[in-house]
């Protein structure tokens, strides 16, 4: 029997070999998907609060960060595609008015920590359905995405070593 390091990495819960690519994503996404990993890590969320992470970023951003000409700072820092939605910017389309601390937004470990921040602070967040968890979080207009996106998420936080 032959197993692929990512399916071993992945049924193991270790991190990918450093330069590998996170499953279904591109180099650029994976080390975004990385930087939001380990700040889960670093906060001690586990998969529930990783997955919530991740799933919100593929929804909200393909888990690229997104500049916004409508917010001009925005394209001081280092982006992947710029946006036009409000004045959402970043991994997680954080509305300036409500983060505006736009050098955070701009940056996957300081974006997700905003959003791991306000995620701790939902009642039940620990016990709440992801896909529900991200909606409490991010109040989108379209609340039913970020459950379609749960398994990836997990798999992604799994193969990142959560």
């Known amino acids: 029997m032959h197993f692929s390091l990512l399916a071993l990495s992945a049924a193991i819960a270790l991190p990918l070999v450093s330069g590998s690519n996170l499953p279904g994503l591109s180099a650029t996404q994976s080390k975004h998907a990385q930087d939001i990993i380990a700040e889960a890590k670093r906060e001690g969320?586990?998969?529930?609060?990783?997955?919530?992470?991740?799933?919100?970023?593929?929804?909200?951003?393909?888990?690229?960060?997104?500049?916004?000409?409508?917010?001009?700072?925005?394209?001081?820092?280092?982006?992947?595609?710029?946006?036009?939605?409000?004045?959402?910017?970043?991994?997680?389309?954080?509305?300036?008015?409500?983060?505006?601390?736009?050098a955070a937004d701009m940056d996957a470990a300081k974006s997700a920590a905003q959003f791991f921040k306000r995620m701790k602070g939902v009642s039940g967040w620990k016990s709440m359905a992801v896909g529900t968890l991200c909606q409490q979080v991010q109040g989108s207009a379209y609340p039913t995405r970020y459950g379609e996106h749960v398994s990836e998420a997990e798999n992604i936080c799994k193969a990142g070593g959560i």
Not at 60 to 83: F, K, Q, T
Not at 88 to 94: D, E, H, P
């Open 45 to 102: 969320l586990g998969l529930h609060g990783c997955t919530a992470g991740i799933a919100t970023a593929l929804v909200e951003s393909n888990i690229l960060i997104y500049a916004n000409r409508g917010v001009p700072s925005s394209l001081n820092y280092p982006h992947d595609a710029i946006g036009s939605d409000n004045d959402s910017v970043g991994i997680f389309q954080q509305r300036a008015m409500y983060y505006p601390d736009i």
